[in-house]
């Protein structure tokens, strides 16, 4: 028995080792001859375990190991770029970076609920929200126009409305705090309950800017820019406003606002009478209220100008119009004058 396993041992071998004169080669887990690197593929080298013979595989090359820099941060009107250089070859390329629209970053930092007080005057309940308004420009911005979108922790929309921040300049690379805006609650909008019910930490807060506006009159939204009307016959400045308060001794019943005007009379005759509409828009160019304005009482001599003043409305204070009209700074405001008919001193009209 014994040697019938034996012989059959020595069969299988040199079966193995002679079998059609070739031998079966069972390669070893090779080894690498030749590291690859992020250029060139490597090499591995396999030798058989039976007959010595080695064969050579290649080895994939390495990925590039880049580093990826900077090389011109973006600004708001150009776009930046970044380079990635591979640190063991050199092989490098760019990307773009986006230009910024950062330009004003607004974060709310808290909302306060003020309930019902007929007492101070409050005839509904408020919700008033704190700003932080940050500047990330170079240039000082008068103004800030967008829309805040209030979102509840599921990233639902409650209410989006719009919010703009005027009144106080913010200077360059800096931010302002902004505590006295907020919206009075209809409480017949689920909206607003639910934003005044629901807590400050549950909210979530976006705000979208459409446009600002600089101190030094430029803006990002260059539609809003108003174009002046230079060959006009007359034209009208604005050139101040004062704030009327009550004052029932003095027979005021109601604020008003009043302007300073100084009108220009661009024709060779003397002018009687100017008669026209008014339009008072806010910073961003957008209308508040549009009114019948006339000029007369004095003569606005040819070539010449005269001075009128005095001259305003009575702020109704259920209007919300109104009520911007007489908080906003005159600073804040832009006008525009529309001339219908003038009367000259000759008795022509036009
Ligand atoms: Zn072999
Ligand atoms: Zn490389």
Redesign the pocket.
Known sequence: MKKVIIWSVVALLSFTLTGCGK?????DDGVITRESTCTEEGEKTFT??????IKNESVVKKDHVYKEEVAKEPTFDEEGEKTFTCENCGDSYAEPIPVRDDEVVVTVTNKSNLPKDINAGRFSDRIEVTFDVMNNSDKVIKGVQGNLSVCDLFDEEILKISCDFTGNSIPAGNSITVNDLGIDVNEFMDSHIKFYNTDFSDLKFEYEVTNIVYDDGSSTNEESSTESIDSAKVTVNVTGKQNVEINYNAGIYSPRAEFSFEVYNNTSKDIKGVQGVLTIKDLFGVDIMSSNLDFTGQTIGANGSAVFSGLGIDINQFMDNHVKVYNTDFSDLQFEYKVNAIVYSDGTTE
């Open positions: 031998c079966k080669h069972e390669y058989c375990s039976l007959c010595g013979e």
